[in-house]
T-cell receptor, first 115, second 110 residues
Framework: AQSVTQLGSHVSVSEGALVLLRCNYS??????LFWYVQYPNQGLQLLLK??????LVKGINGFEAEFKKSETSFHLTKPSAHMSDAAEYFC?????????????FGKGTKLSVIP | DAGITQSPRHKVTETGTPVTLRCHQT?????MYWYRQDPGHGLRLIHY???????DKGEVSDGYSVSRSKTEDFLLTLESATSSQTSVYFC?????????FGPGTRLTVT
C-alpha cells in the first residue's frame, strides 16, 4: 500500500521568504504525485502534478516541486511567500498502474505567512 | 471548473438518523470518489465508483454505503449516523489521472 508523509503539520514563513513544504512517498512502482491547496472553507485545488515527464514540475501561483527518486521525495517550494499563500497544502500519491486512479493523501501542512 | 456540486452544503442531524449526501457532475466523468476530511487525518477515501452501478470500498467505508444509478450522480448514505461521522465530506472526479473536488458538505451529528 502507498503512503505519503508530510513533515510538519504547520509551517510559518515571513512574507517574501522561501516556502518549503516537505513530502515523502512510499511506492513500489513509479507513482503519480500531486500537490493540492485548500483555502479556508473551500475544496481542494490542484497545484501541480508529476507524471514522470520531468523531475521539476511547475504549477500555478509560482509553486514548483522536484521529484527525487533517490530520496522518495516531492517537496513543494516557492521562492517568495505572499500573504495569499496562507492555506493548507496536501501531497498525494497515485498508482500509475491502477485503473481506479485512487489517490493516497498526506495529512496536510498548514502554511502561515507572517507580514 | 469540473462542474461538481454537492448538496446539502451543511447539515446537522441526530445520532441514529439516516443521511444522504449528493454529488452531481455535469461532464460525464466515469470515476467519482467520496472522501472525508478530519483534522490531523488529511483526506481519506470512503468509496469510489468507476461507472453506473459499479462501486468499491475505500479506506474508511464502514458505516457508509453508496449508489450510482446515473453517471452524473453519486450518493453517499450514512444508514445510521454516529458522532464519529461528524466531518467534512468531499466528492471528486478523475480526469486524466487528476482528481477535481467539489466544494464539500459539512456534516454535524449531534
Amino acid at each position: 500500500a502507498q503512503s505519503v508523509t508530510q513533515l510538519g503539520s504547520h509551517v510559518s514563513v515571513s512574507e517574501g521568504a522561501l516556502v518549503l513544504l516537505r513530502c515523502n512517498y512510499s511506492s513500489s512502482v513509479p507513482p503519480y504525485l500531486f500537490w493540492y491547496v485548500q483555502y479556508p472553507n473551500q475544496g481542494l485545488q490542484l497545484l501541480l502534478k508529476y507524471t514522470s515527464a520531468a523531475t521539476l514540475v511547475k504549477g500555478i501561483n509560482g509553486f514548483e516541486a522536484e521529484f527525487k527518486k533517490s530520496e522518495t521525495s516531492f517537496h513543494l517550494t516557492k521562492p517568495s511567500a505572499h500573504m495569499s499563500d496562507a492555506a493548507e497544502y496536501f501531497c498525494a500519491s497515485g498508482d500509475s498502474g491502477a485503473g481506479s486512479y485512487q489517490l493516497t493523501f498526506g495529512k496536510g501542512t498548514k502554511l502561515s505567512v507572517i507580514p | 471548473d469540473a462542474g461538481i456540486t454537492q448538496s446539502p452544503r451543511h447539515k446537522v442531524t441526530e445520532t441514529g438518523t439516516p443521511v444522504t449526501l449528493r454529488c452531481h457532475q455535469t461532464e460525464n466523468h466515469r470515476y467519482m470518489y467520496w472522501y472525508r476530511q478530519d483534522p490531523g487525518h488529511g483526506l481519506r477515501l470512503i468509496h469510489y465508483s468507476y461507472g453506473v452501478k459499479d462501486t468499491d470500498k475505500g479506506e474508511v467505508s464502514d458505516g457508509y454505503s453508496v449508489s450510482r444509478s446515473k453517471t452524473e450522480d453519486f450518493l453517499l448514505t450514512l444508514e445510521s449516523a454516529t458522532s464519529s461521522q461528524t466531518s467534512v465530506y468531499f466528492c471528486a472526479i478523475s480526469l486524466d489521472g487528476e482528481q477535481y473536488f467539489g466544494p464539500g458538505t459539512r456534516l454535524t451529528v449531534t
